[in-house]
């Protein structure tokens, strides 16, 4: 996307992790942003952030393609280790999970791979979705005037190499410029700052490739307790081909002043007696660690802050670079629905809503992991025994805060898109069966019926809303019927299905919507077509969401789950005669595609048991009632009613005209 359009929907300022996912979201929806970043393609090479957690992981899972690529480049962090090294005696005092408690994800661990490829995979992402898409590197934001109501804001760029000038106008602004946001510096005016806490810790930060020493837990997430300070070892990704390992430092001396050979003298001897040596180190920073947090996400109702522009805090939980990304994920689908008409521009005041608690237990859970850790090393933290050596109240906050870490506790707030029952808001419990409403669904494999296939109940991004009805035993008396009267009030009535968005032909539409890919891997005249080499996931088949023989939605997608075994499900006469003959269905719900067999037994994450049907089992749905729960595109429930009638369907459309238009 260009300069040249007279309006643009987007501006994004800063092509970090926030911005770059912001504007993943965006295009997947059909929206082209502008996005600019003050530096240069090549700044985010190495360096810099590095740990992507379980919520993360999930969110990649649901783009398809840049999941697999995280897969394949990044490096597992399954357990962490503290070691107590003084007097030449080394003792690992400490070995556990990277997680503790019933971390119920697909990946339930932390992975790393350094930012400049996580950047690269949401840019090519971004890029693959629109084919104008590209980031103009070097300009950076100058000025803003954000005129009057209604009207688009005029924005003022600068070009760093040439110092050319080019005044453009948007309708929203996403300040994602980092930690000195010139877009925030703008927003002073508005009372926009930065609530701060200054600390006294120093870190030295280096990835060393070409490692090799003889520490035992080299391989593992550790820490390294000498008299010389703290040592954080984190297992690395291969960088520039070889074996690498991050090392942060916190010593107990000064840094100022060292050079980088006595930095690396000081280095090996906070690991003496264990021999440490590398070839090159390719990235390094040294700084002090500031604890701040934005008051306001949303200005003047277009101006919008993520990422670094709205948080700061110490590398200790590698918080940062998840907590940025799922910013910009919150934001685009909303920003996105917006935009195309759809729904209401209040619904960009829960971006902040939602958002800014999750912040602001960021740095909350950041200080206590760093007056944690530092009793690791405190002189007089020793005096009480190995108390503080052994890392228990580390271990402690670590064992505390792993629903957070992860993402798996986190839960949003009543608001114009989570509608709890009395709007009081839930909470997760990490032990108990649930789906809080306001949070996650946990994970589970279920079995479609049209072709027997074992696929996930996470349905890939697209935009949508999926309506979940799950309904227990279809033999047991009553549940066709109701499904059956469902099935005909939907149609018949003016539904939601009919007042908002559009029935569509996925093998008709564009990407966004999930048709198969058509990157050929071999290309050349010498190969005939039929022996090219292409590629497609199973979930991007337009059959998926019904595109064969039925109708799909632009906004909606249901999913009818069951207990009932697929191969059953056939035996039930009046129901599929109701969803055949497949290409004169008019059904909304009842269609092969869109009916799942919950029968893909799974372990328990809450005790040592299987679980027959888990996603009734792990959602907390009684199988003798059932349920009707709206999972929002971000994969957070908007809302949830017990049972699967009318008057469970009358819910979910209260629901939706809050806020659609």
């Not at 992790?17 to 985010?44: E, Q, S």
């Not at 990835?207 to 984190?234: A, C, H, M, Q, Y």
């Amino acid at each position: 996307m260009g300069f040249n359009k007279a309006v643009h929907d987007v501006l994004i300022v800063g092509a970090g992790p926030a911005g770059l996912t912001a504007a993943v979201m965006l295009n997947r929806m059909g929206i082209k942003p502008l996005l600019i970043d003050a530096g240069t393609y090549v700044d985010h090479e190495w360096g810099r952030a590095e740990v992507l957690h379980s919520r993360i992981l999930e969110v990649f899972e649901s783009l398809g393609e840049p999941y697999h690529h995280v897969m394949a480049m990044s490096r597992a962090m399954n357990s962490q280790t503290i070691w107590k090294l003084e007097d030449g005696v080394a003792k690992r005092t400490l070995i556990a999970p990277s997680y503790s408690g019933a971390i119920d994800f697909n990946v339930p661990h932390p992975r790393n791979l350094h930012q400049g490829l996580v950047e690269e995979l949401l840019l090519r992402d971004a890029e693959s979705h629109n084919a104008d898409f590209r980031v103009h590197w070097q300009w950076k934001f100058v000025d803003m005037d954000s005129q009057s109501a209604g009207k688009p804001c005029k924005v003022t760029l600068q070009h760093l190499g040439t110092n050319e000038i080019k005044v453009v106008l948007a309708r929203y602004v996403l300040g994602a410029d980092g930690a000195r946001s010139a877009v925030r510096g703008w927003a002073a005016k508005f009372g926009v700052s930065m609530e701060t806490q200054p600390t006294t810790d120093r870190y030295c930060i280096q990835d060393l490739t070409g490692i090799t020493s003889d520490f035992p837990d080299l391989e593992r997430f550790s820490l390294i307790v000498s008299e010389k300070g703290l040592v954080i070892n984190i297992p690395r990704e291969p960088l520039a081909g070889k074996r690498a390992t991050r090392l942060v430092m916190q010593p107990t001396e000064d840094l100022h002043g060292l050079s980088n050979v006595e930095m690396s003298q000081l280095l090996k001897s906070m690991f003496a007696p264990f021999r440490l040596d590398w070839d090159e180190i390719v990235w390094e920073s040294s700084f002090t660690v500031t604890q701040r947090l934005i008051n306001e996400y949303m200005v003047d109702d277009k101006v919008i802050f993520l990422g670094d522009a709205c948080h700061t805090h110490s590398p200790r939980g590698g918080l940062g670079m998840n907590t940025s990304m799922l910013e910009g994920h919150n934001l685009g689908w909303k920003l996105a629905l917006v935009l195309k008409g759809i729904a209401r521009p209040e619904i960009l005041s829960t971006y902040g809503a939602e958002r800014h608690p999750v912040a602001y237990n960021l740095i909350m859970v950041d200080r206590q992991l760093v007056q944690a850790a530092s009793k690791l090393y405190q002189k007089d933290a020793k005096k009480d025994g190995d108390h503080a050596v052994d890392g228990a109240d580390l271990r402690n906050v670590h064992d505390i805060n792993s629903g957070y870490q992860s993402g798996s506790s986190i839960v949003y707030p009543p608001n114009l898109l989570v509608m709890p029952p009395n709007n009081i808001a839930e909470v997760f419990e990490a032990n108990k069966p649930s789906a809080p409403v306001g949070g996650r669904t946990r994970p589970a494999l279920i079995r479609r019926v049209s072709d027997g296939s074992i696929v996930s109940v996470h349905p890939r991004f697209d935009g949508r809303f999926t309506i979940f009805f799950l309904v227990g035993d279809l033999r047991h008396t009553g549940t066709v019927d109701s499904l059956l009267s469902l099935d005909t009030y939907i149609t018949s009535s003016g539904s939601i299905f009919t007042r908002y968005g559009e029935n569509v032909r996925l093998e008709d539409t564009p990407i966004h919507l999930r048709t198969p890919h058509a990157e050929w891997i071999r290309e050349g005249d010498s190969t005939p077509d039929g022996r090219k080499f292409f590629k497609y996931e199973d979930d991007d088949l337009p059959q998926i969401d019904g595109g064969y023989g039925t109708r799909s939605h632009s906004l909606f997608r249901s999913m009818v789950i069951t207990t009932t075994k697929d191969a059953e499900v056939f035996q039930l006469d009046s129901f599929m005669a109701r969803v055949s003959p497949l290409g004169q269905s008019k059904s909304r719900l009842l269609h092969p595609s869109r009916l799942f067999s919950d029968d893909c037994v799974s372990l328990s994450p809450f005790k040592e048991a299987l679980l027959r049907h888990p996603v009734h089992e792990k959602w907390g749905v009684d199988q003798g009632v059932g349920a009707t729960v709206v999972v929002r595109p971000d994969g957070h429930v908007g809302m949830r009613a017990d049972g699967y009638g009318i008057g469970a369907w009358k819910e979910v459309e209260r629901y939706f005209s809050g806020f659609l238009l």
